[in-house]
């Protein structure tokens, strides 16, 4: 299991969420553990809890995952899928308030450094102001 | 408290009858306003809910609520998932030990609560919680010929938020032009509270 934070990528369309997760793939290998997942439970646009769960699982790391997400309700659907995770993992697992583009490759490439969850969160959310 | 599993069906199988047959006007409300699918999320979230309603209706009463909640959260697909499954299981969480009109109006307000937590927001931003606010005042006056004023509230209130401007969720991107439609969250929060206070009125608990 990888040391470096992973990065989860969630929009409400799988193609959005598939191409950002190939862009962070690009400048970062595999030194990173990334999942991603898009798409409402049964298909269509949309963003499902469960599949949020799984994507969190499988980039999961101790170092903790950061979730970029693109509109409203992958946010939601992203803060009710950390609540339903086991207690010892909620608390490692952020949202990040970031452009889900730009910030799941700024913060896969800071994940890269080994930086901790608090720098890679924050190095996506430079990107709002910008 | 604990309500008998006929009557739970009665009241799953209301409310998602109603939901159901409103996804069409659901999904044109959210087409002004939204991206167009809150009907449709909020279909198959109450169609998965009547797949276990054999299941559900047979629980006691506040594991009924959490498992309602709980499938809306799972199948739902948008952010009214996580809002109306927050809304039911935290109301199921929080139901007196005995069913007393201030005991189900506690509830009811703290599951308010837990919503505005999980939507970050509040009265005013041209949501749901804009018929669910003004809904759990008039639970918690009581008195006479309460499901009628429960009733018209709830219409009253899901109007009200036609002259409102979005703050809160897609429909904020709109700005201005939120304002002159009705918030689809608002419409489908009077639509449940309505098939409830039918059920009720009907087998004359309300």
Redesign the interface.
């Known amino acids: 299991m990888s040391k470096n934070v992973g990065i989860v990528i969630v929009s409400h369309s799988p193609d959005v969420a598939k191409g950002a997760a190939d862009m962070v793939r690009q400048m970062v290998g595999d030194d990173v553990p990334l999942a991603w997942c898009g798409g409402?439970?049964?298909g269509?646009?949309?963003?499902?809890?469960?599949a949020i769960m799984t994507a969190i699982n499988a980039a999961w790391s101790e170092a903790g995952v950061a979730i970029l997400v693109d509109?409203?309700?992958a946010?939601?659907?992203s803060?009710?899928a950390i609540e339903?995770l086991p207690e010892e993992r909620r608390d490692r697992v952020v949202v990040c308030d970031a452009p889900v583009v730009e910030g799941a490759v700024m913060a896969g490439t800071e994940a890269s450094a080994g930086s901790t969850l608090e720098h890679v969160r924050r190095t996506a959310e430079e990107l709002r102001a910008a | 408290m604990n309500l008998e599993p006929a009557l739970q069906r009665k009241l799953i199988q209301a409310v998602a009858d109603q939901v159901i047959q409103h996804a069409d006007e659901l999904v044109a409300l959210d087409q002004a306003v939204g991206d167009g699918d809150h009907g449709l999320n909020m279909k198959r979230g109450f169609e998965a809910v009547l797949a276990d309603v054999d299941k559900i209706s047979a629980l006691p009463t506040p594991e009924a609520l959490k498992a309602v909640g709980m499938a809306l959260v799972m199948k739902v697909g948008g952010a009214s998932g996580p809002l109306y499954g927050t809304l039911f299981m935290a109301m199921g969480k929080g139901l007196p030990g005995q069913a007393t009109l201030v005991g189900v109006s506690d509830a009811f307000a703290a599951a308010i609560d837990a919503v505005k937590a999980r939507g970050k927001s509040d009265v005013g931003a041209k949501t749901m919680l804009d018929v669910l606010v003004p809904l759990s005042a008039v639970l918690h006056q009581g008195g006479a010929e309460l499901s009628a004023r429960l009733r018209a509230c709830a219409s009253a209130a899901a109007t009200a938020t036609v002259p409102m401007k979005a703050t809160r969720g897609r429909a904020s991107f709109l700005g201005e032009r939120s304002i002159g439609h009705m918030d689809p969250g608002a419409r489908s929060s009077e639509l449940i509270v309505h098939a409830i206070l039918g059920v009720l009125e009907q087998e004359e608990i309300a």
């Open positions: 409402a439970p049964g269509g646009l949309g963003t499902s809890v469960e509109l409203g309700g946010e939601t659907n803060e009710m339903l």
